[in-house]
C-alpha cells in the first residue's frame, strides 16, 4: 500500500506537472503588451464575395513606428495571408470591380508622397500605379476597371521634384478660410482644398474631373454603369460656415459639369450609395450647426433625377454608420450604436420598421458586403476587433491576429452599471474588475472618462490609438476597479439624452460621473478613500470640471485638455460648433466664461495633477494643458505637465505611447493606491 501511495502521488505531480507545461499561468495586462497588439479593420468583400481585404496595424518597436499591411482572408477563413512587406504602411485596400486586382495607398520608398499601387491577384509584386504630385485622400474604381476617381489635394502638379523641394524653404501659409485649421491636416488655404481627378489606368494619364476649383469636393461615388459621379461639396459662398453639404451629380467625363441633387446637414461620416438600379442614392444626413458635437447621423435616400429625400432611421433613435445596399436594391444595412453595443440593423428602401440582425451583444465597428457576403469587425470585451464572416446575423471569426497575446493574458471582468444621477435622470456606464477580484473587498477606483462628448463606453476590448477599453483593462491589471460612465452628451442614448448638455458643458456631466462614483460607494466596491480620475480630450476637459467641482480624488490625469475655453476659439478646429452653439465670445462673454469655470476658479482644485498632450494637436491644443498646469503650479498643487513633441491629437509613435501608460499608472499608484 506504501508503494501504491507512492506511485499515485508521483503520478499526480507528473499530471500536475504536464499541466502547468501545457497551460502556463496567465499574466495580467503590462504596459510592454501594447508591441504585441494588432488593430484590425477595414474589410473589403471582393466582389465574387469568395475574399476579403484587411488592414492589420501594429507597433514596430525597433522603428519606434506605427505600421499598417495589407492581408487577404477566404471567406472559409481557412486561409488569411498577409499581403505587402512594403518599407512603410500600406492602406486603404480596395478591389478593381472584375476581382482581378487589389489596390492600396503606400508611401515606399520610406517618406515619399503616398501613391496608389496594386497587386494582381494572379500573383507577383506590387507595382507603382500613380506618380502624382498632390496628396491622395482617398479613390474608387470605375465599374468598367479602366479608370480611378482620386480624392486630391493637388497642391502645385508643376512644382519641382521631392528632393529640391526638401532643400527649399517652406512657403509662408496665406489663411483666408473660416475653417483654417484641422487636426494631422494642419493649417487649411486655397491649395488644401481637395478635388476630382480621373486617372487612366492604362495610360496613367490624370486630369480634372470639374472646372470648379473654388470648393472642395469629397466622398465620390460611380452609377452601377460607371455614366455618372455623385460627390459632396459645398458651394455657399462661405462653405465652412454653414454646416452643410451638397450632394452633386455630375457625367463621368472631362469638363461636364455639375448638377446639384440636394443639400443636407453634414453628418460626422458621409457615404454616398447609388442603389443597384442607378435610380436612387442613400446618404447620411447629419443635424443642425448648433448640434455638431452630438452625432446622431441618420441614412436617408433620394431619387437621382430630383425629388424629396426620406430618412429612413428616424424611427429608432440612434446614430448609425456604415451604410449598404443589399444586392437586389430592396434594403439597406447599417450600424446603429445603442448603449453600450452596435449592432447590424436592416430597413426596407422604400421605408418601414428598422430590424436588429443577429446578435446584438457584440460590438461591430465596420461592415462591408459584395457577392452576396457580408464581412464585420466585431469584438467583445475579451476579443479585440476581428474579421468576421456575417452569415444571417450569425458571426463566423475569419481571422485571429490578437489570440496568442489574450490567451495569455488574464482580464478582469466588465459589468453593467447604471444608477440615477442627481436629478434622477439614469445613467448607464461599465465597471472593469480587477482580474483577481474578491467580492466583498473594497478597492481603489479610477473613474476614466471617454472623450467626444459623443461616442460611449462600449463592450469592445480596443486595440486602437484611442484605447480606451485597453487602457481600462490595464488600471484593473494593477489592481483597481475602474468605471467607465457614459454621461449626458454620449451617443448610443438617443438624440435628447446626447442634447441634453447643448451650451452647458461641465454640468450635467459632472453629476453624471460623480453619481457613477457615489454608487460604486455606496456598493462597498470603491475605496472612498482611494478615488482617482482621468482621460483624453473631452475625458480631460471632464477632468478638470470635475476636480474644480470636488475634491474627493486624491489624483488626476488631464490629458489633451482645457479649461480656459474663450483660448480654444480660434486656436483649435471647432469654430462652426462654438459659433452655433455658444455664440462668439464678444457676444457671449458670460456663457464663455461659465463654461471657463476650471480656470478661472483653479482655487477650487487641490487635487494632485498629471497634464499631457502633443505639440502638433490641433484638436485641443496643448495649451490647454500649459495654462491648467501653470494654474496648478501657482497654487502649489502637485501637478506635473509631460509634452510630446511631434504628436497630433492622437498619439503615433509606440514609444510615447509606452511612456503614456507608465505615466499613469505611477502617477495613480503615487497618489491613489498609496496617499500619504
Known amino acids: 500500500m506504501p508503494y501504491l501511495r507512492m506511485l499515485v502521488a508521483s503520478l499526480t505531480c507528473a499530471v500536475s506537472l504536464f499541466a502547468q507545461i501545457s497551460h502556463p499561468a496567465k499574466h495580467v495586462l503590462v504596459a510592454d503588451d501594447i508591441y504585441r497588439m494588432q488593430e484590425v479593420g477595414t474589410p473589403q468583400v471582393s466582389p465574387d464575395g469568395n475574399s476579403i ?11 519606434d513606428k506605427r505600421r499598417t499591411s495589407i492581408w487577404r482572408v477566404n471567406w472559409e477563413g481557412t486561409e488569411d495571408v498577409r499581403l505587402t512587406y512594403g518599407s512603410e504602411s500600406d492602406t486603404s485596400p480596395r478591389w478593381s470591380r472584375d476581382g482581378k486586382y487589389l489596390a492600396f495607398l503606400s508611401s515606399r520608398p520610406a517618406d515619399a508622397k503616398e501613391q496608389i499601387w496594386l497587386l494582381d491577384r494572379r500573383g507577383g509584386e506590387a507595382r507603382q500605379l500613380t506618380y502624382l504630385k498632390g496628396e491622395i485622400d482617398s479613390y474608387e474604381w470605375s465599374p468598367d476597371n479602366k479608370r480611378l476617381v482620386v480624392v486630391l489635394h493637388p497642391g502645385d502638379q508643376d512644382s519641382v521634384d521631392d528632393k529640391t523641394a526638401k532643400d527649399k524653404a517652406a512657403e509662408p501659409i496665406v489663411i483666408d478660410r473660416y475653417h483654417f485649421k484641422e487636426d494631422v491636416e494642419g493649417y487649411l488655404s486655397a491649395v488644401s482644398l481637395k478635388r476630382l481627378y480621373l486617372f487612366d489606368v492604362e495610360t496613367g494619364k490624370l486630369e480634372a474631373l470639374t472646372n470648379n476649383a473654388t470648393f472642395d469636393q469629397m466622398d465620390p461615388a460611380w452609377s452601377p454603369d460607371g455614366s455618372r ?8 459662398k462661405e462653405p465652412d460656415r454653414t454646416g452643410t453639404s451638397d450632394i452633386f451629380i455630375v457625367d463621368a467625363h472631362v469638363g461636364s459639369t455639375p448638377k446639384k441633387l440636394l443639400t443636407t446637414y453634414s453628418p460626422n461620416r458621409q457615404k454616398l ?19 455638431n458635437a452630438y452625432i446622431q447621423d441618420r441614412l436617408a435616400i433620394a431619387p437621382v433625377e430630383g425629388g424629396e ?34 449592432y447590424l440593423a436592416r430597413v426596407a428602401a422604400s421605408g418601414g420598421n428598422v430590424e436588429r440582425i443577429g446578435n446584438t451583444s457584440v460590438v461591430i465597428s465596420e461592415a462591408d458586403s459584395a457577392g452576396g457576403h457580408l464581412a464585420v469587425t466585431a469584438a467583445t470585451d475579451t476579443s479585440a476587433p476581428e474579421i468576421y464572416a456575417d452569415e444571417g446575423g450569425k458571426l463566423r471569426k475569419l481571422t485571429s491576429h490578437n489570440d496568442p497575446l489574450l490567451n495569455e493574458v488574464q482580464l478582469g471582468a466588465v459589468e453593467d452599471i447604471q444608477f440615477p444621477s442627481k436629478d434622477g435622470t439614469e445613467i448607464h456606464g461599465l465597471m472593469t474588475e480587477p482580474p483577481f477580484y474578491r467580492p466583498g473587498q473594497k478597492y481603489p477606483t479610477l473613474l476614466w472618462i471617454h472623450g467626444g462628448p459623443n461616442g460611449q ?8 490609438l484611442y484605447p480606451l477599453e485597453m487602457e481600462r483593462q490595464f488600471f484593473a491589471a494593477n489592481g483597481y476597479l475602474v468605471l467607465a460612465i457614459n454621461y449626458r452628451g454620449s451617443s448610443g442614448r438617443g438624440e435628447a439624452f446626447a442634447q441634453s448638455i447643448l451650451a452647458d458643458w461641465g454640468d450635467k456631466e459632472v453629476a453624471d460621473l460623480l453619481a457613477g462614483v457615489d454608487y460604486a460607494v455606496k456598493k462597498g466596491l470603491a475605496d472612498p478613500k482611494r478615488l ?13 470640471y470635475t476636480i474644480a467641482t470636488d475634491q474627493r480624488f486624491k489624483a488626476a490625469i488631464s490629458g489633451a485638455g482645457a479649461a480656459n475655453q474663450i483660448s480654444m476659439y480660434g486656436g483649435d478646429e471647432y469654430v462652426l460648433q462654438y459659433d452655433h452653439e455658444l455664440g462668439p465670445p464678444w457676444r457671449s462673454s458670460d456663457l464663455w466664461l461659465k463654461l471657463s469655470y476650471p480656470f478661472f476658479h483653479a482655487d477650487r482644485i487641490h487635487t494632485p495633477t498629471l497634464f499631457l498632450g502633443g505639440t502638433r494637436d490641433f484638436n485641443v491644443p496643448i495649451i490647454g494643458s500649459e495654462q491648467m498646469y501653470q494654474a496648478l503650479r501657482n497654487l502649489d498643487v502637485p501637478t506635473q505637465l509631460v509634452v510630446y513633441p511631434g504628436q497630433y491629437h492622437l498619439f503615433t509613435r509606440p514609444s510615447y505611447i509606452h511612456d503614456r501608460l507608465q505615466r499613469y499608472l ?6 491613489v493606491k498609496n496617499p500619504t
Request: no cysteine; aromatic share 16%.
Open 229 to 236: 459621379i455623385a460627390f459632396i461639396t459645398n458651394a455657399a
Open 532 to 544: 482617482g480620475l482621468g482621460g483624453w480630450s473631452y475625458g480631460g476637459i471632464l477632468t478638470d
Open 53 to 63: 481585404a484587411y488592414e492589420v496595424s501594429y507597433m514596430d518597436r525597433a522603428a
Open 309 to 342: 429625400p426620406r430618412v429612413l432611421t428616424a424611427n429608432i433613435d440612434r446614430a448609425v454608420s456604415h451604410i449598404q445596399f443589399t444586392a437586389d436594391g430592396s434594403a439597406l444595412t447599417f450600424l446603429v450604436e445603442d448603449d453600450r453595443y452596435t
Open 273 to 291: 450609395l447609388w442603389s443597384p438600379s442607378g435610380q436612387q442614392l442613400a446618404f447620411s444626413q447629419g443635424q443642425a450647426p448648433k448640434f
Open 457 to 464: 463606453d462600449d463592450h469592445s476590448l480596443d486595440f486602437s
Open 666 to 671: 505611477a502617477w495613480f499608484d503615487k497618489y
